[in-house]
């Protein structure tokens, strides 16, 4: 219970820092995952956690875990290409979609084997846009 006034520190929730896996290399535009507190490129694997899009290349490749940053962006609807084996559909807008890799999305969690990336909220052409939970 607060005795005196203070002053409070507000991040708004739109971007994030995370600190980077030791030997790996992050894209700027790339679908950022975090596993194990760090972050990595986005991969199919199950139970990662979205940090956002990196608005920069973070090259930590060489480097400990949490030798850099990368800065993430997780506000609006980011658009990531259509997985041709296991594509979403207009069908599905508004729905769950899951984790191919850093640039790619699917319909489906392979049987469990894939993260959820988000909900895909539109499709244009061969573009889907998915909003970050």
């Keep these: 219970m607060l005795s005196k006034s203070r002053e409070v520190r507000r991040r708004g929730g739109d971007r994030t820092s995370p600190p980077v896996a030791g030997d790996v290399k ?27 899009v990196a608005e920069n290349t973070a090259d930590n490749l060489g480097g400990a875990n949490g030798a850099i940053r ?4 997780r506000d609006g609807w980011f658009h990531f290409e259509n997985d041709n084996g296991d594509p979403v559909s207009r069908a599905d807008i508004n729905s769950p979609c899951y984790i191919i890799d850093d640039e790619t999305i699917a319909r ?26």
């Design 26 to 52: 992050i894209f700027k535009g790339g679908l950022v995952v975090l596993e194990g507190g760090f972050a990595k490129p986005a991969y199919e694997a199950a139970n990662l956690t979205v940090a956002g």
């Design 70 to 73: 990368v800065d993430c962006r």
């Design 108 to 133: 489906t969690d392979g049987g469990g084997s894939r993260s959820k990336a988000g909900i895909l909220r539109e499709i244009e052409g061969d573009l889907v846009y998915v909003e970050f939970e």
